[in-house]
């Protein structure tokens, strides 16, 4: 009789102890004020100065069972934030079981097919955008080096249920092959070879569309499954590394492309080589009408099905970052190429310390497009839009940057880096300004670091840039003191005083305070928000300007 009443509890004791929570919690919280110099007003903020964006996700594993859930709220949204996540609730919980060999998910998932050219469903909290897919996953590994997936479901849109055909029903395998883990005899191999190939089909019901133009209706027929389908290839070698991916798509008229009836494709080749002090790289693109959503009337973010790369560099200093690039899916190619080099320590040139030298270079043009046919024009509804040759470069560019960067150690506690920028910003193409000149800007960055002691750092960073479109000249100072491990502080100021408008050449100050223990994370920053775009990997959203105190917590578990 003991024994059994033992028996349970230590069962119960065994399930704890092989048995694994995990979470994360974060909390965006802002108090917008009115700003008279902004044109900020009370009716302006809507009666809603007060804003959160929060989240909590828990994870679970015991064994080969895996579980979580994410709770989230917005009340209301911060500014900037489409207000159509406005409310609260679970949009994201799984069950996951995985072995050896198999791999099953139910619910929410995350998933990426190579680069994500044919399909790519994750979350980046900074830009509002959650496009994940509930349905199943599932996993098949027969053997080392051979993974098969095939994924079934429909993408998140804000709160919006799945009804009334409001999205496709997505469909996808992939199958991936590492050659050297597959053949016994090639696995100690300097030569490493991988490969893919994905399939993707999106089901939207509804075959006809009316549309108007030059005060004429016609009914557009439509493909209710549009397929996608690619393949990949990565080569590395003694310090080479070559990767390769291609995508093709069959018609898909949208909203994004004006309805036209043109195919779509996609390719990325990525080269590179690395050696002690030296690196290099050289990326192109070439995308030709391929924007895939599962929803074909939307022309915002959200329920994109793939995801296509950037090859531009991102930028995390402020006025580096003002003029952003993001990805047009309607056409473009592209080139980019970065050398670092690093002078050792202990010689002529590099000193004490070294000296690390980076050039980059990116280039986005339009692709080139000729009518079809003497009676249409390019990229006219119901047509097949236009004609263009793999490869073909436009006389638009888009984007240019030339950027170097000079990092250098001055002993043992003081460092600088220093860089410089030439771009040129298609502002008309890229944020959609019609009939705005093109930006050519020039930027100054000097950034340097002391550290007093092991506890106590000190920051500095100064930036111009000079312009003579769009708004103007800037100027950028901040300083960041740190006291490890648990405090920070940050004051800065960019000053747009070349505006051609003199009551908007304002000061966008901003002092932050922090403090950290173990995972928790706590800042509190008062100050200005200058409005504008912000990017990441070529997914944008806009911010527009503000002012108020922020407060912003996050923790891990």
């Known amino acids: 009789?003991?024994?059994?009443?033992?028996?349970?509890?230590?069962?119960?004791?065994?399930?704890?102890?092989?048995?694994?929570?995990?979470?994360?919690?974060?909390?965006?919280?802002?108090?917008?004020?009115?700003?008279?110099?902004?044109?900020?007003?009370?009716?302006?903020?809507?009666?809603?100065?007060?804003?959160?964006?929060?989240?909590?996700?828990?994870?679970?594993?015991?064994?080969?069972?895996?579980?979580?859930?994410?709770?989230?709220?917005?009340?209301?949204?911060?500014?900037?934030?489409?207000?159509?996540?406005?409310?609260?609730?679970?949009?994201?919980?799984?069950?996951?079981?995985?072995n050896d060999l198999l791999e099953i998910t139910a619910g929410n998932f995350y998933e990426q097919f190579g680069e994500g050219m044919t399909l790519r469903t994750y979350q980046e909290w900074t830009l509002g955008y959650d496009n994940s897919m509930k349905g199943l996953r599932v996993k098949f590994m027969p053997s080392k080096g051979i993974t098969f997936t095939g994924v079934y479901g429909v993408q998140r849109t804000f709160w919006i249920p799945y009804e009334n055909n409001n999205r496709g029903i997505v469909k996808g395998f992939d199958a991936d092959f590492n050659l050297n883990d597959m053949f016994n005899g090639f696995s100690n191999s300097k030569f490493k070879i991988t490969a893919g190939g994905s399939f993707v089909s999106d089901y939207q019901a509804g075959k006809t569309m009316p549309y108007s133009i030059d005060n004429k209706t016609y009914v557009l027929n439509l493909p209710e499954n549009v397929a996608c389908y690619g393949g990949r290839l990565n080569l590395n070698y003694a310090g080479f590394n070559f990767y390769t991916e291609y995508a093709h798509k069959i018609n898909d008229p949208s909203k994004m492309n004006r309805y036209i009836y043109r195919p779509g494709d996609a390719i990325l080749l990525d080269l590179s080589y690395s050696r002690k002090n030296l690196g290099i790289e050289v990326k192109s693109k070439w995308i030709d009408n391929f924007s895939y959503k599962s929803n074909r009337t939307y022309a915002i973010n959200g329920l994109d099905i793939n995801y296509l790369p950037a090859i531009n560099k991102e930028h995390t200093y402020a006025l580096a970052a003002m003029y952003p690039y993001a990805t047009q899916t309607t056409g473009e190619v592209g080139i980019a190429g970065s050398v670092v080099?690093?002078?050792?320590?202990?010689?002529?040139?590099?000193?004490?310390?070294?000296?690390?030298?980076?050039?980059?270079?990116?280039?986005?043009?339009?692709?080139?497009?000729?009518?079809?046919?003497?009676?249409?024009?390019?990229?006219?509804?119901?047509?097949?839009?236009?004609?263009?040759?793999?490869?073909?470069?436009?006389?638009?560019v888009y984007w240019q940057e030339i950027q170097v960067d000079i990092t250098k150690k001055f002993g043992k506690k003081f460092k600088g880096i220093f860089e410089y920028l030439y771009q040129t910003y298609n502002i008309a193409v890229v944020q959609g300004h019609l009939g705005a000149p093109t930006v050519y800007s020039q930027i100054?960055?000097?950034?340097?670091?002391?550290?007093?002691?092991?506890?106590?750092?000190?920051?500095?960073?100064?930036?111009?840039?000079?312009?003579?479109?769009?708004?103007?000249?800037?100027?950028?100072?901040?300083?960041?003191?740190?006291?490890?491990?648990?405090?920070?502080?940050?004051?800065?100021?960019?000053?747009?005083?070349?505006?051609?408008?003199?009551?908007?050449?304002?000061?966008?100050?901003?002092?932050?305070?922090?403090?950290?223990?173990?995972?928790?994370?706590?800042?509190?920053?008062?100050?200005?928000?200058?409005?504008?775009?912000?990017?990441?990997?070529?997914?944008?959203?806009?911010?527009?300007?503000?002012?108020?105190?922020?407060?912003?917590?996050?923790?891990?578990?």
């Open 1 to 98: 009789m003991l024994a059994g009443l033992v028996q349970p509890g230590l069962k119960a004791q065994d399930f704890l102890r092989n048995s694994q929570i995990t979470g994360t919690f974060q909390a965006d919280a802002a108090l917008y004020q009115p700003d008279a110099a902004m044109g900020i007003t009370t009716q302006s903020l809507n009666g809603q100065p007060i804003r959160m964006n929060g989240y909590t996700e828990v994870n679970y594993e015991y064994k080969n069972f895996y579980a979580g859930m994410r709770f989230e709220a917005y009340l209301p949204p911060l500014l900037g934030y489409d207000p159509a996540y406005q409310g609260y609730g679970v949009p994201y919980w799984y069950v996951k079981y995985k």
């Open 444 to 557: 100054g960055i000097a950034d340097f670091t002391y550290n007093v002691s092991k506890k106590l750092s000190l920051r500095w960073e100064l930036q111009g840039l000079w312009t003579k479109q769009d708004n103007g000249n800037w100027a950028s100072a901040m300083m960041e003191i740190t006291v490890s491990p648990k405090w920070f502080f940050t004051i800065s100021d960019q000053y747009n005083y070349g505006n051609p408008e003199p009551a908007k050449q304002l000061q966008y100050y901003n002092v932050a305070a922090g403090f950290v223990y173990n995972t928790t994370r706590i800042q509190l920053a008062y100050g200005r928000q200058r409005d504008g775009i912000i990017c990441v990997g070529g997914v944008c959203r806009y911010v527009p300007q503000s002012s108020g105190f922020t407060l912003t917590i996050t923790s891990s578990l």
């Open 341 to 396: 080099y690093t002078i050792p320590k202990n010689t002529k040139l590099g000193g004490k310390t070294g000296i690390t030298f980076e050039v980059d270079f990116s280039q986005v043009n339009s692709i080139r497009k000729t009518p079809i046919n003497d009676s249409t024009f390019i990229g006219q509804t119901g047509t097949l839009g236009y004609n263009t040759s793999f490869y073909s470069i436009g006389n638009d």
